[in-house]
């Protein structure tokens, strides 16, 4: 008996029914094959798109700054200890600051706890929206609209505002305390979209299977549904570690995180302190802000092509000249 394709015409010539294909673009099937498979496409969308692999590239670079800062500065950062206001010389690539830091090494180790800031925030708002949107869009019921109800409340609280109300009473809060709170203001949005991809999955084939083998809700939702969502979940992260840079620098420039901590958001409120535009030390404001913008476009940059992953309207059209080339090939 001859194996009939999707969508081809069988020996007694009835066309058979196309297989469906998943919604957004991900897998049909759950468990680690579908995660397996996702993670191959992301890889393949990377290397074939310009401005993801121009992200990747970036986001390597600053990853490789902040795990070996003593590598490249050799300068104490918070050591006051030269000349106040130097010019950039062979000595100070981008001069002093005007308590008499060195200048590149700021730059240099304040890459650090902005990265520890974005991947924690990152992963942490993307693990309770998982937890949150999933669930509820898989059990339903009360447990829906309990956890609809949470997320609606952040979703029409604004989050930079309610982050400076929070900030005004942790004054001087460090890292890790940033990162416990801008986390906890920014899974709301993403946990409703999860819960929109959920909910197109909840009545799939591989679902009414697991269910009739008798598998538990939480086995379900971990193993089955949470494989298919990987190019989300991953988009996802990216977008929540961009907005925790975004968030945290600005908590520091408005004087809300702790001075003391060396990092590019700090250094923008310490020149804006000592006014460094009128006292000729442009850098100590231009570098760490075209950091910071460098650092967001890279994460921005990555989620073109996760983007395209999900939705394929996005993906970019061959030219004529290359679908010409592939006939010819055929």
Excluded at 31 to 47: C, D, F, H, S, V
Excluded at 201 to 218: S, W, Y
Excluded at 251 to 268: E, K, R
Excluded at 315 to 324: H, I, K, L, W
């Amino acid at each position: 008996m001859a194996m009939l394709v999707p969508g081809a015409a069988d020996d007694g010539g009835q066309l058979t029914a196309p297989a469906l294909a998943p919604a957004g673009g991900l897998p049909a099937s759950g468990g680690g094959i579908a995660g397996a498979r996702a993670l191959r496409r992301m890889a393949r969308a990377i290397t074939s798109n310009r401005k993801a692999a121009a992200g990747m590239i970036l986001l390597v670079l600053f990853c490789l700054v902040g795990l070996f800062p003593g590598l490249i500065a050799h300068d104490n950062p918070s050591a006051e200890i030269y000349k106040r206001s130097l010019r950039p010389s062979a000595h100070h690539l981008l001069g002093t600051t005007s308590f008499g830091q060195d200048m590149f090494a700021q730059v240099i180790f304040g890459a650090r706890p902005v990265l520890l800031i974005a991947f924690g925030v990152g992963i942490g708002a993307t693990l309770i929206a998982m937890l949150i949107g999933v669930a509820a869009a898989y059990l339903g019921g009360a447990w829906d609209g309990v956890l609809n109800l949470v997320t609606d409340v952040l979703l029409v609280i604004p989050a930079f505002p309610l982050l400076i109300i929070i900030g005004s009473y942790l004054h001087g809060a460090g890292t890790g305390v940033l990162i416990a709170v801008i986390t906890l203001i920014s899974w709301s949005y993403t946990a409703r979209q999860l819960r929109a991809q959920a909910l197109s999955l909840r009545n799939r084939d591989f679902l009414e299977a697991a269910r009739v083998r008798g598998e538990r809700p939480i086995y379900i939702i971990v193993v089955e549904i949470i494989p298919t969502m990987t190019s989300l979940l991953v988009a996802s992260f990216l977008t929540n570690a961009l907005y925790a840079v975004l968030f945290s620098s600005s908590l520091q420039f408005i004087g809300l995180g702790n001075p003391s901590t060396v990092s590019w958001g700090t250094m923008l409120y310490w020149a804006e302190n000592e006014e460094a535009f009128q006292t000729g030390q442009a850098l100590w404001i231009i570098v760490p802000g075209l950091c910071i913008v460098a650092l967001g476009a890279a994460f921005a940059l990555l989620n073109y092509a996760f983007d395209e992953i999900g939705n394929p309207a996005l993906r970019p059209v061959r030219s004529m000249r290359g679908m010409r080339r592939v006939k010819l090939a055929k």
